[in-house]
């Protein structure tokens, strides 16, 4: 399963929902093997520009290039390979909760499955697919949560499980999306920690959004700024300024209610 | 523009609709003469009434029939014998309507045919599903606009009093109100599981089988349970068909005005259901955990 890190390319893309412009004109290159975080106030379109890297939204114009393939020419087998390629660690965790861990950290597979095989897998999980699971769930610290039902952990448990599920993919690359933004200060630092360091020990390539600058800055080398829909900045984290961050936080009374997030 | 607080919650629509169906009603009670003077009963239907309840306390334990041929089984054996068929007949019933409603309500979800944003539809999804998807919700429609004993009176008819004919007139109407109800819970169960899929490169089969139903799946099998009990019931009744159910032990004892046989077989009944409610109850908590 193991696979080369794939980069990511955006060139001039856009997008809109409805009458809300979510992306305007972003031209973004991501090298394989890369770490970066999008920093950014909600709303400034950091989700979005995720989501059009795994094809879960069409840019209204411009390319979304993944290891140089732009994903509006896939045929739609070659879209689900695509996909199956990118771990990516959503916001809200997005795991079935009445189901065992086992059975959601199996599910990031499906991607490269059949479905006969897959029912068949998910129904009755193999010994080495169930042994895989527990190795990748003791990297990210909780091996005796395999045969636990996944709404009984708690939050950050469940955050892990989460990651466990991207990794089973194993995948290419790891997006994540505000992983940490339910979870307290401490539990936040230890998962921004523990993602990054697989992804360098993996090779992965790894993009992440973020509201916290201040994490962001301990734990990647290069930086992006978001506000309102466009790059306010894109440099080494240690050339940021502190101009940089007004840029991105000094909101303006109309913006704050004009928030689409 | 500022709130206006003098009227807080405006009624609007919804409360004409609600005072539309307050005069209904009352329209409805009207049209058909209904006053409480039609309460009161006829002298003989005040008899019969009291010779019925005076029994409840007092079921048979033995028939009550003037004349018993020799070799009749006891009035328990037969009542519990009629139970036994009942429930044979419910579950029959129901493992039919059980695979039906699944396969259709899954037809009749929009969850099951909604398509993929960036792989866009196949042609097969743009013009073949909506017509599936169309036809399955007038069909269960239909299916459950006629009553299993309705059902049951075009079968007689058709085929006769075969085992079959029952089962397949309590299947019809259950299958299409377990379709209706399936096809509603998965289509409001929480869906981010199910895109975490697709983002991950799921199938839509597989985002429907992984992500979405095992959501619904709690109350789907709580609801097929309480149909179950439902089914129950019309196993019994159509006993007054002439199917060998408690339904027929009832007629039967209270044609011949022998109340107490039929209080004997309305507490086997009764208690069938409680037993099927406690025995189901304790395996959904089962289920749960």
Partial sequence: ?261 | MAPDLRRPFPLGPRGFVLAGLGVAGIWAALYLGLQPSDLTPSTGGLSLARDFFARAFSPALSSEAAYVPDGTPGLLALSLRAAVTTVVYAAAAMSVALVLGIVLGFCASTAWWSGDPLGGRTWFGRTVAPVIYGATRVLIGFMRSVHEVLWAVLFLAAVGLTPLAAVVAIAIPYAGTLAKIFSEMVDEAPREASHALRAAGASGMQQFAFGLVPRALPDMIAYAFYRFECALRSSAVLGFFGYETLGREIEQSFVSTNYGEVWTHLYVLLALVLVFDAWSGRLRARLAR
């Fill in chain 1, 1 to 261: 399963m193991k696979q080369p890190a794939t980069g990511f390319s955006l060139d001039d893309v856009s997008v809109r929902f409805g009458a809300h412009a979510a992306l305007r004109g972003i031209d973004l290159e991501v090298a394989p093997g890369e770490a970066v975080a999008l920093v950014g106030p909600s709303g400034a379109g950091k989700s979005t520009l995720l989501r059009v890297l795994v094809g879960m939204v069409r840019p209204g114009a411009g390319r979304a290039r993944v290891g140089g393939e732009d994903l509006a020419t896939l045929t739609r087998s070659a879209l689900r390979r695509a996909r199956a390629s990118i771990g990516f660690v959503h916001q809200d965790l997005c795991l079935v909760p009445n189901v065992r861990v086992a059975r959601n950290v199996l599910s990031g597979r499906l991607g490269s499955q059949g479905l006969v095989r897959s029912t068949l897998g998910m129904v009755f999980p193999p010994r080495a697919a169930l042994d895989e699971a527990l190795a990748i769930l003791t990297r990210v610290g909780i091996p005796e949560k395999l045969f636990e039902r996944t709404d009984t952990l708690s939050g950050g448990q469940q955050q892990r499980v989460a990651v466990a599920r991207a990794l089973y993919q194993g995948p290419a690359a790891l997006l994540a999306d505000e992983p940490v933004s339910s979870v307290d200060p401490a539990r936040a630092r230890d998962t921004v920690g523990l993602l990054t360091r697989i992804s360098r020990e993996e090779g992965l390539t790894l993009l992440m959004s973020l509201h916290n600058l201040e994490l962001a800055r301990e734990f990647f080398p290069r930086l992006v700024g978001m506000r309102a829909g466009r790059i306010v900045f894109d440099r080494p984290s240690e050339a940021i300024t502190e101009a940089d961050f007004h840029a991105l936080y000094d909101l303006d009374p109309a913006e704050v209610l004009a928030d689409g997030a």
